[in-house]
């Protein structure tokens, strides 16, 4: 039996072991100041070092040309479903979002609060099986004060493959579930924004990429704190940022670049997940996916099994077996094993050996 | 040479060593699950009972009647400068707010963005170093939708001794610098709010006291993560909360319990701050405080001496001493020593002694 368990969980999330080992060993001494990194001034040049190499490292596996800020926000996706339209939806215009799941969802939500919304594409039809082609993502130039997609939905476990290339009108990702996974092209989006708490980090930080460019003037004052004026202009220390989180993410972040960058991180993500969708796929319908095959998500991973008793009990045996955080979103139900970048291969071989296992028991 | 420095950082500040260690020692295995609680979801039983148990150390400590609930939020005081007035300023009313120092024109600012706003006591005159008497707390009753103070000026370094009890309009405050240094009457107040990286942990996450049936109806919604009602509601869990920064506010009360409580807190907190405004009243003018006497901090003690090379000279001699972070904040420049629950009683010693010594060679 392994000390360590499998870790599933959709977030908070697994996170690399040798992170976890140094944060444990520079906890009571940061760079032999003696202190905890959490007793100390976000003003020192301590933290700045910090503060600023994220920022570089995010530019670097991210590949940002200089246009793009690299901020630091608190508050989770959540937060940042009412700062979008506060910040984008300018009177006159309309913005346009792709219903992609529950997470797209609860960013319209937001958004119809603050101003003028349409949904140009809607899989709720769908039950959120699918995920949008890149004909379905359509704009209207002259309207849309932006464009808002979300690359992952965790809930429903699908992904978009492609993103569109779109004119004149913003584009914005909600990326928190699979930010850093893959290489991609920033060019594309005038917005980017990830809790941290699944491929990143701890909970307690959002990050947000942005174009300043992009930003539209405004004739009112927004709170200082729900302006990204404000985290552009003092570099995202106008208030106490959640230092901790932060230092998280840095030792994250290195971590993806000495395991060799986000191509690498592509393929062993392809390669995990290959793992599970062969066990669901080869199953002679023991084991049904959820998500339609062409929107699979290689980050959340939804299932569910023909009998409900069958489903508890998968999960339940797996938990004694150290698989952990197998339960699906409370929305949906069913069954879900979210595969981050930091979940090693070996866990999904051992889960696709124990569902192989459990099918024999019970079919 | 002790190895752990004297920390008089303003914020992020000294943490209990008793409560890092706890920490570091459970980093990578919490709770016996093998994993650390950072990669645990929060909709886990095992983040649940430190949720509960964090909102039932404040209950206890505070001795909070049962209509008060206990809120974790993001954004630290600067965002509820924004959601005091989204929620409580409600059309034809008027906020009324204390300016008592750079933290309280900080909430004024926010609050004009939202509605209309007037000050019915400024200490600007005199740069910030004097609190209001009771006398000076007045409020309107027909016309103020709530009444704002500020219970520490951080950078200042005054402090409200005494609260006023305010009839019929909801009394609110910002206890960022001294929420748990000593005993108060929480029914005095609607709403209390606290940054947690003075005295309660790491800097990530803000605590909300609030009495429900002060919150005024509204006829728009509010951004969910803006309302308070969502807090309330989801009982702090709407979207993912900062684990960790709660963990560590956990572990924070928790060391408050077992060393006495707040009266505990309070007398070592009047020990530690006599300590070092006998050695600046006693030391013939070499020292001056910044603040009024009767005003004066016993969280962030403020101070001068008549040469700036000196005072530059004491900072930078102090920290080869190990006594590290007495740098004023920016805005105000000059000397400050910040001395919350968690710095020991030696600390203050080992400055005080700092500051006879330097006087000696340097006057």
């Given at each position: 039996?392994?000390?360590?368990?499998y870790?599933?969980?959709?977030?908070?999330?697994?996170?690399?072991?040798?992170?976890?080992?140094?944060?444990?060993?520079?906890?009571?001494?940061?760079?032999?100041?003696?202190?905890?990194?959490?007793?100390?001034?976000?003003?020192?040049?301590?933290?700045?070092?910090?503060?600023?190499?994220?920022?570089?490292?995010?530019?670097?596996?991210?590949?940002?040309?200089?246009?793009?800020?690299?901020?630091?926000?608190?508050?989770?996706?959540?937060?940042?479903?009412?700062?979008?339209?506060?910040?984008?939806?300018?009177?006159?215009?309309?913005?346009?979002?792709?219903?992609?799941?529950?997470?797209?969802?609860?960013?319209?939500?937001?958004?119809?609060?603050?101003?003028?919304?349409?949904?140009?594409?809607?899989?709720?039809?769908?039950?959120?099986?699918?995920?949008?082609?890149?004909?379905?993502?359509?704009?209207?130039?002259?309207?849309?004060?932006?464009?808002?997609?979300?690359?992952?939905?965790?809930?429903?476990?699908?992904q978009?493959?492609?993103?569109?290339?779109?004119?004149?009108?913003?584009?914005?990702?909600?990326?928190?579930?699979d930010?850093?996974s893959r290489?991609?092209?920033?060019?594309?989006?005038?917005?980017?924004?990830?809790?941290?708490?699944?491929?990143?980090?701890?909970?307690?930080?959002?990050?947000?990429?942005?174009?300043?460019?992009?930003?539209?003037?405004?004739?009112?004052?927004?709170?200082?704190?729900?302006?990204?004026?404000?985290?552009?202009?003092?570099?995202?220390?106008?208030?106490?940022?959640?230092?901790?989180?932060?230092?998280?993410?840095?030792?994250?972040?290195?971590?993806?670049?000495?395991s060799g960058?986000l191509n690498i991180m592509e393929k062993r993500n392809e390669e995990k997940a290959r793992l599970i969708y062969d066990a669901i796929d080869?199953?002679?319908?023991?084991?049904?996916?959820?998500?339609?095959?062409?929107?699979r998500s290689l980050m959340?991973i939804?299932?569910?099994?023909?009998?409900?008793?069958?489903?508890?009990?998968?999960?339940?045996?797996?938990?004694?077996?150290?698989?952990?955080?197998?339960?699906?979103?409370?929305?949906?139900?069913?069954?879900?094993a979210s595969v981050y970048n930091a979940l090693p291969y070996k866990a999904c071989q051992a889960l696709a050996e124990?569902?192989?296992?459990?099918?024999?028991?019970?079919?």
């Amino acid at each position: 039996m392994h000390a360590r368990p499998y870790n599933f969980y959709a977030g908070p999330a697994v996170l690399p072991q040798e992170v976890l080992e140094q944060a444990q060993s520079e906890m009571n001494n940061y760079g032999a100041t003696g202190l905890s990194l959490m007793e100390i001034s976000h003003r020192s040049p301590i933290y700045d070092a910090i503060h600023n190499e994220t920022q570089l490292l995010f530019k670097e596996l991210l590949q940002l040309p200089d246009e793009y800020h690299v901020l630091f926000l608190p508050g989770g996706a959540s937060l940042q479903f009412s700062m979008i339209p506060m910040n984008f939806l300018t009177p006159g215009k309309v913005a346009n979002y792709i219903l992609s799941g529950l997470w797209a969802e609860k960013a319209i939500e937001e958004a119809c609060k603050v101003g003028d919304v349409y949904v140009s594409f809607s899989g709720k039809a769908n039950n959120f099986t699918k995920m949008p082609s890149l004909q379905d993502i359509q704009v209207h130039t002259q309207m849309d004060a932006y464009l808002h997609i979300t690359s992952n939905e965790t809930v429903n476990g699908t992904q978009l493959h492609h993103f569109p290339v779109i004119q004149d009108v913003p584009l914005i990702a909600d990326m928190s579930s699979d930010i850093l996974s893959r290489p991609f092209d920033i060019s594309k989006f005038a917005v980017i924004y990830a809790g941290a708490q699944k491929n990143l980090g701890p909970a307690g930080v959002t990050i947000v990429i942005l174009r300043e460019e992009a930003l539209p003037q405004h004739t009112t004052s927004l709170p200082a704190m729900l302006d990204y004026r404000t985290y552009i202009k003092h570099n995202s220390l106008y208030n106490t940022p959640p230092v901790y989180p932060i230092y998280m993410v840095n030792l994250v972040l290195k971590w993806i670049k000495h395991s060799g960058g986000l191509n690498i991180m592509e393929k062993r993500n392809e390669e995990k997940a290959r793992l599970i969708y062969d066990a669901i796929d080869q199953s002679g319908g023991f084991y049904k996916g959820l998500a339609h095959p062409a929107s699979r998500s290689l980050m959340n991973i939804t299932f569910k099994i023909w009998n409900d008793e069958l489903e508890k009990r998968f999960i339940q045996e797996a938990s004694t077996q150290q698989l952990v955080g197998l339960e699906g979103h409370r929305s949906v139900g069913h069954i879900r094993a979210s595969v981050y970048n930091a979940l090693p291969y070996k866990a999904c071989q051992a889960l696709a050996e124990f569902m192989k296992e459990f099918q024999k028991r019970y079919s």
